[in-house]
């Protein structure tokens, strides 16, 4: 018998690029332990799905249960109560103005796309504006909005028609709110009629991008142009939702509301669902059939999610998200390296961005992280330079072994930049 590694290169295709060299064995919380029983401290959270932790004991009970009752029916076949519970509580939640309705998908990717096609029945318009530097999922339509060209745009060919991306602000790399804003119309000048765009979807902090949260004018830009034009204003809160930035959605920080909100990863606390919220006016323009998916909010996912909304709120995972970002902010302006660019956050959105003689240092950033893993944490990067370490650990992680993450960072990052 081939060993792990052999028969993941023969089975699967290069095109999944996997990080680690270990294979789970179990995780619990923040603690992942491989197969060889070494233990890591997850600063990934299988990509910000897990805010709430691995196997939460709430969350295990209420799968454990539906288990017993039932795992699959397809919602739109035979509908059941957890379904349309988690969307009343969404509704209630979500940062938007007016009467509300929310319906549930699978993947990010399925999210974003979705509300693209809602903004599109809503508007009758064809053309979506999105941003250098976004992600909005792999799937065919979501990766035409997605504005980094490598890896996932290369070679795929032309997608959907009627994709713009303009300038997203970011004051390292010396892109202001005004030259963000001034985008829009120059893709309304030169490429499309405002008249023809459905939608501007948009991350209020970008993820994979680089954790570069918007300026609140930037956002207020936004709405001022999609009123003015009639665009549906799309917030792709998949990876900031869930109280990763010290609110439940990061929209709530900023002063303007959505029309349509898209959510994901953490909303399901390790179960795969996805949702997106909206005006019920625009959210009711898609026909009777139009939105859905085979297991588009399968009840082990819904009664998940309706158990993370439980934590977040009993175990005030808001104020925790503040006072670990806030540590993990005041630990690494401490650290005074010459190759720490800039350190951002919002909440427990946070990252820390590598040059090196005045430019972006993916190299930097990729030794921290080898380095972190040999030392048993777990770091992700991101950003449209590779430069970026970006931290994600779950908001339940004990304090103890968050300092000793910090203590391995310290170690790791001064070993990098020597
Ligand atoms: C902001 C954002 N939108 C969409 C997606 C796509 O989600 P998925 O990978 O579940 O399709 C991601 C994934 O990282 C994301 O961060």
């Given at each position: 018998m081939?060993d792990?590694?052999?028969?993941k ?8 690029n ?11 919380n923040?603690t992942?332990?491989?197969t ?6 997850d600063f990934?959270a299988g990509?910000?799905v897990?805010?709430v932790?691995?196997?939460?004991p709430r969350?295990i009970k ?5 288990l017993?009752a039932?795992?699959h029916t397809?919602?739109?076949?035979s509908p059941?109560e957890s379904?349309?519970?988690l969307?009343?509580?969404?509704n209630?939640l ?6 509300k ?9 399925e ?5 693209i096609k809602v903004?599109?029945?809503h508007t009758k318009?064809?053309a ?8 909005h ?5 979501a990766?035409g909005m997605?504005g ?11 997608g959907?028609?009627g994709?713009y991306?303009?300038l ?5 790399h010396?892109i202001?709110?005004?030259?963000a804003?001034r985008?829009?119309d120059?893709i309304c000048?030169?490429s499309i009629?405002p008249?023809d765009?459905?939608?501007i979807?948009f991350?209020p902090v970008?993820?994979?991008g680089?954790f ?23 917030a ?6 869930f109280?990763r930035?010290?609110k ?13 909100l898209c959510?994901a990863?953490?909303?399901g606390?390790g179960?795969?669902?996805s949702?997106l ?9 898609v026909?009777?059939?139009g939105l ?6 399968n ?9 993370v909304l439980k934590?977040i709120?009993?175990e005030?995972?808001?104020?925790r998200a503040k006072?670990?970002?806030?540590t993990?902010q005041?630990f690494l302006k401490?650290?005074?390296?010459k190759?720490i660019a800039?350190i951002?956050?919002l ?5 820390v961005?590598?040059?090196k ?6 190299e ?6 080898a380095?972190a893993?040999?030392?048993?944490l777990?770091?992700?990067?991101c950003g ?8 994600l650990?779950p908001?339940?992680?004990p304090?103890q072994?968050f ?6 960072l310290?170690?790791?990052i ?5």
């Amino acid at each position: 018998m081939k060993d792990l590694k052999a028969r993941k290169e023969d089975a699967t295709p290069r095109g999944i690029n996997v990080l680690c060299d270990w294979f789970v064995a179990k995780a619990q919380n923040s603690t992942i332990w491989d197969t060889t029983e070494r233990e890591f401290i997850d600063f990934a959270a299988g990509i910000a799905v897990l805010n709430v932790g691995h196997r939460h004991p709430r969350i295990i009970k209420a799968v454990e249960k539906q288990l017993k009752a039932f795992t699959h029916t397809a919602y739109q076949i035979s509908p059941y109560e957890s379904y349309i519970e988690l969307a009343e509580k969404i509704n209630k939640l979500a940062p938007i103005d007016g009467k509300k309705k929310t319906c549930f998908f699978t993947t990010g990717g399925e999210a974003t796309e979705n509300a693209i096609k809602v903004a599109k029945a809503h508007t009758k318009r064809y053309a979506v504006i999105a941003f250098g530097g976004s992600f909005h999922g792999r799937t065919a339509a979501a990766v035409g909005m997605t504005g980094k060209v490598v890896p996932y745009k290369a070679d795929l060919g032309p997608g959907m028609i009627g994709i713009y991306h303009g300038l997203y602000p970011n004051a390292l790399h010396k892109i202001t709110v005004e030259d963000a804003l001034r985008s829009l119309d120059h893709i309304c000048k030169s490429s499309i009629s405002p008249y023809d765009v459905a939608a501007i979807i948009f991350e209020p902090v970008q993820g994979e991008g680089g954790f570069y949260p918007a300026p609140k004018d930037f956002v207020k830009g936004l709405r001022e142009f999609a009123d003015q034009y009639g665009i549906v204003l799309i917030a792709d809160e998949v990876q900031t939702g869930f109280a990763r930035t010290g609110k439940l959605f990061a929209m709530e920080h900023f002063d303007v509301t959505p029309d349509l909100l898209c959510m994901a990863k953490s909303l399901g606390g390790g179960l795969p669902i996805s949702g997106l919220c909206g005006k019920a006016k625009i959210m009711d323009a898609v026909n009777p059939g139009g939105l859905g998916g085979t297991y588009a909010g399968n009840p082990l996912a819904t009664v998940a999610g309706l158990e993370v909304l439980k934590i977040i709120k009993e175990e005030n995972l808001l104020q925790r998200a503040k006072t670990l970002g806030n540590t993990l902010q005041a630990f690494l302006k401490n650290l005074k390296h010459k190759e720490i660019a800039e350190i951002r956050a919002l909440g427990s959105m946070v990252a820390v961005e590598f040059f090196k003689d005045g430019q972006p240092s993916s190299e930097l950033a990729k030794k921290v992280q080898a380095l972190a893993m040999e030392e048993g944490l777990l770091l992700l990067t991101c950003g449209s330079y590779g430069n970026v370490i970006r931290f994600l650990y779950p908001l339940t992680i004990p304090d103890q072994q968050f300092q000793k993450a910090l203590e391995i960072l310290k170690k790791v990052i001064a070993k990098a930049v020597k």
